[in-house]
């Protein structure tokens, strides 16, 4: 009874963690080897100033021959070929911003969505208890980009 006791808990969090990771199938038809499709994720976005808190960013749908394919997750395969993805990215201060990502896939890739996030510069002022932060400007998203993540080079790019 004991080892049931200290085993469950160790299953319950393989079970979630498997969750986490699974990858979204972005195109019609059966599921296909990793190395006929490409891979999209996202990543957290990166701070130009210290103090930012940062968002996230998803991808929020992903066109389709047929239509498009609305979602909220942070990787999925698509098929080779010329495609768009739309993806989302928030900060922790303003509206989300969306942009559309238009590159050309290819079998056996994997593509990474990068987000910066700049802002937060803040006034300071002296009281009695220590600094007071007097006026700030909240952190906004700055760009949005697309990069192979074998090379490096970027594939695709939205400037707000």
Known sequence: MRCVCLVAPILACLVLGSCATTVL???EGPARPDAETALIYTKRASAQTVGTRLGSVNIVSIQLPHG????NSRSARVLPG?????VQARSSSVSPVTA???FWAYSGSIYEVRVMVAGIERELEYAEDGWLIVES???TV???WMVDAATSEVVAVFTP
């Open 100 to 102: 559309e990502l238009c």
């Open 25 to 27: 199938q972005g195109y």
């Open 82 to 86: 010329e495609r768009c993805i739309e």
């Open 142 to 144: 700055t760009r949005i």
């Open 137 to 139: 400007v909240p952190s």
């Open 68 to 71: 498009t394919l609305t979602t």
